[in-house]
Structure formats: C-alpha cells, structure tokens
C-alpha cells in the first residue's frame, strides 16, 4: 500500500527465536490503526511495509497451511516449485 502515512506510535513485535538475544536483523511487527498491519526489518526500521489486516491474517494462514513451503528451499535458481 502507498500514501498512507505510518504512525509513530506503534508497538513494534519482534518475530526472533526466543533463544535469540542478538540484534537480528529480525522482522517486526506492529498492528495500527484503521485495520492496517505494518512489518519491517531491524536494519533498516524506517522501510515499512503496510497492508490490511484481511491480507495479512491470509497470508497468516497461508504460511499455516504449508502454501510457502517451497520459498524455504530456495538455490541460485529461485524458489523450488511448488509440489
């Protein structure tokens, strides 16, 4: 999503291993106002990405259901293909 503005008062989650202490770089996520979800990286907070909520709760299941699994196995060439 573009031209919305991002409100400063978020609280950020971080999604890191809970045996993790270190810095990351870690994604982050924080739920806002009117519905919209943002996500960014440790490294780099001030690029954040924002969707809605309805996307994000299905691509949510989506990673449940295992509809991501072959972006895990990825090689030189790009993700493996789906099986």
Not at 11 to 40: D, K, N, T, Y
Not at 44 to 70: C, L, M, Q, S, Y
């Amino acid at each position: 999503m573009t031209d919305r503005a991002t409100p400063t008062e978020l609280a950020w989650v971080r999604a890191a291993p809970v045996s993790e202490e270190g810095p990351g770089p870690w994604i982050e996520l924080a739920f806002g106002p009117g519905e919209l979800v943002h996500l960014r990286e440790t490294g780099d907070p001030t690029n954040i990405v924002t969707t809605t909520r309805t996307k994000w709760e299905a691509f949510a299941k989506g990673v449940v259901a295992g509809e991501f699994d072959h972006f895990a196995e990825l090689d030189d060439q790009g993700p493996a293909a789906p099986s």
